[in-house]
């Protein structure tokens, strides 16, 4: 009897999942592992936010693997020592996981991998968390592209993955499941949990497809830059987690282009996000010193001038511009942001307030529950104009015409700053005019 064990990640679904169903198709019995990794939870960049969707998103995973047959095993500690303990518990004689680009999570599989071999275990890593990997897509001399147009242009010329259908479980009378713990609590962890959560785990992720290619993909490219409208997908915590493909959103979007001929222009617009996604995790995967600098190496030796002060206003939403201080309440009370109004807040933060992007990085990843390192970074370098955009350092957005813009009634402002048009509201922290000169002069030298 052939045992493997299949580690979830960043895969929290049994629908569409790459190795799971490699595991299925090799082993007689498959066992269901996930690791809380001492590593990530300590790190600065895992915030509250993220942990309590996870956990939520596990419960969900424990009880769906429970219906179709099987036990998901927590374990708490680092991976390298879990996992050896478990293949020597279950005898299991190969491991499956799907695979992570960022650099951290290299290091760590790679020393996964390197042990279990040593103990005769056969590894096996799959493609599931992009629709094209790294290296499927790479300019005709063999190196990454760095424009996203370029990269976008070859993306669409390369042939869709098939969507995997779920699997079931064996457990074979008298088997052992090896030893775990229970799932624990966000404060067991370490985190205390102060905003609601939106639904978690695969039914609501597909419950989530479903609406939204029905209704609001129809609309997107006119609708979802405004944020008082909820016209943008919200799969972006589904999509860091997995409990959905993007294989699958993909699928969806292709049928409602066919079905509704009428609306390509919409579709294409969301899939064009999708194309970002990848996009950003391949930068990662080739140029992995963009998690601790920035990609245009030149731009490491800006002189920000990182006023803690001004900062914390940035933080808490107190900064006299309406918009800006709407985005950043709408992230500390939800965990979500806007899109749109990412842009907006970050580039204020560089540009109006001459921070850091690294600062706003990391406040992100503490406080997103869709916390990603290769979207978020790949973001605020494009806000802060030390990414891979090709357009020129002067782009600086005003964010009072970005508000008469995207919300000009004021729908959104008021939503999150309900106090905008009374004393209480406080007068700008800057002048954006003068900063915008300030900016265009840091940038110059």
């Given at each position: 009897?052939?045992?493997?064990?299949?580690?979830?990640?960043?895969?929290?679904?049994?629908?569409?999942?790459?190795?799971?169903?490699?595991?299925?198709?090799?082993?007689?019995?498959?066992?269901?592992?996930?690791?809380?990794?001492?590593?990530?939870?300590?790190?600065?960049?895992?915030?509250?936010?993220?942990?309590?969707?996870?956990?939520?998103?596990?419960?969900?995973?424990?009880?769906?693997?429970?219906?179709?047959?099987?036990?998901?095993?927590?374990?708490?500690?680092?991976?390298?020592?879990?996992?050896?303990?478990?293949?020597?518990?279950?005898?299991?004689?190969?491991?499956?996981?799907?695979?992570?680009?960022?650099?951290?999570?290299?290091?760590?599989?790679?020393?996964?991998?390197?042990?279990?071999?040593?103990?005769?275990?056969?590894?096996?890593?799959?493609?599931?968390?992009?629709?094209?990997?790294?290296?499927?897509?790479?300019?005709?001399?063999?190196?990454?592209?760095?424009?996203?147009?370029?990269?976008?242009?070859?993306?669409?010329?390369?042939?869709?993955?098939?969507?995997?259908?779920?699997?079931?479980?064996?457990?074979?009378?008298?088997?052992?499941?090896?030893?775990?713990?229970?799932?624990?609590?966000?404060?067991?962890?370490?985190?205390?949990?102060?905003?609601?959560?939106?639904?978690?785990?695969?039914?609501?992720?597909?419950?989530?497809?479903?609406?939204?290619?029905?209704?609001?993909?129809?609309?997107?490219?006119?609708?979802?830059d405004f944020p008082a409208r909820d016209a943008t997908?919200?799969?972006?915590?589904?999509?860091?987690?997995?409990?959905?493909?993007?294989?699958?959103?993909?699928?969806?979007?292709?049928?409602?282009?066919?079905?509704?001929?009428?609306?390509?222009?919409?579709?294409?617009?969301?899939?064009?996000?999708?194309?970002?996604?990848?996009?950003?995790?391949?930068?990662?995967?080739?140029?992995?010193?963009?998690?601790?600098?920035?990609?245009?190496?030149?731009?490491?030796?800006?002189?920000?001038?990182?006023?803690?002060?001004l900062f914390a206003e940035w933080c808490e939403g107190?900064?006299?511009?309406?918009?800006?201080?709407?985005?950043?309440?709408?992230?500390?009370?939800?965990?979500?942001?806007?899109?749109?109004?990412?842009?907006?807040?970050?580039?204020?933060?560089?540009?109006?307030?001459?921070?850091?992007?690294?600062?706003?990085?990391?406040?992100?990843?503490?406080?997103?529950?869709?916390?990603?390192?290769?979207?978020?970074?790949?973001?605020?370098?494009?806000?802060?104009?030390?990414?891979?955009?090709?357009?020129?350092?002067?782009?600086?957005?005003?964010?009072?015409?970005?508000?008469?813009?995207?919300?000009?009634?004021?729908?959104?402002?008021?939503?999150?700053?309900?106090?905008?048009?009374?004393?209480?509201?406080?007068?700008?922290?800057?002048?954006?005019?003068?900063?915008?000169?300030?900016?265009l002069a840091l940038f110059k030298r």
């Open positions: 009897m052939k045992i493997a064990l299949h580690w979830f990640r960043c895969d929290l679904r049994l629908c569409d999942n790459t190795a799971l169903h490699a595991a299925m198709a090799d082993a007689d019995v498959v066992v269901p592992i996930f690791i809380f990794d001492r590593r990530i939870l300590s790190s600065p960049d895992t915030g509250a936010p993220i942990v309590g969707f996870m956990l939520e998103c596990l419960r969900s995973l424990e009880k769906n693997i429970e219906a179709a047959g099987g036990k998901l095993i927590f374990r708490h500690g680092h991976p390298e020592e879990e996992i050896s303990d478990i293949l020597r518990e279950t005898g299991a004689t190969a491991l499956y996981f799907n695979r992570d680009y960022e650099p951290e999570a290299r290091k760590r599989d790679a020393a996964i991998e390197k042990m279990a071999r040593s103990l005769g275990v056969q590894v096996q890593s799959r493609k599931d968390g992009v629709l094209h990997e790294p290296d499927e897509i790479l300019k005709p001399d063999g190196q990454p592209y760095r424009v996203f147009t370029a990269y976008s242009r070859s993306w669409q010329t390369l042939p869709r993955d098939p969507v995997l259908p779920p699997v079931k479980f064996t457990r074979p009378p008298g088997f052992k499941d090896p030893s775990g713990v229970p799932l624990p609590s966000a404060k067991e962890l370490g985190f205390d949990l102060e905003i609601p959560l939106p639904p978690a785990g695969e039914r609501a992720a597909r419950d989530r497809l479903k609406q939204f290619a029905s209704n609001e993909l129809l609309h997107y490219a006119d609708q979802r997908s919200r799969f972006s915590p589904h999509l860091r987690l997995g409990t959905l493909s993007a294989r699958t959103v993909l699928a969806a979007v292709e049928k409602a282009a066919e079905k509704h001929p009428e609306a390509r222009k919409q579709t294409a617009a969301f899939v064009n996000e999708l194309i970002w996604r990848d996009f950003y995790r391949q930068i990662l995967w080739h140029f992995p010193q963009v998690a601790g600098s920035c990609f245009k190496q030149e731009y490491n030796d800006l002189k920000w001038e990182n006023d803690q002060r107190r900064t006299g511009f309406p918009i800006v201080d709407a985005g950043m309440r709408q992230l500390n009370a939800t965990g979500w942001m806007h899109n749109r109004v990412r842009m907006i807040v970050a580039m204020f933060l560089t540009k109006d307030l001459l921070i850091s992007w690294q600062w706003g990085e990391r406040y992100f990843m503490q406080k997103l529950i869709d916390a990603d390192l290769a979207s978020n970074n790949g973001g605020w370098q494009w806000s802060a104009s030390t990414g891979t955009d090709a357009q020129p350092y002067f782009r600086i957005f005003n964010p009072m015409s970005q508000a008469r813009k995207f919300d000009p009634e004021g729908v959104y402002i008021r939503r999150y700053v309900p106090e905008v048009d009374t004393l209480k509201y406080p007068a700008p922290v800057v002048d954006h005019a003068s900063q915008r000169v300030k900016a």
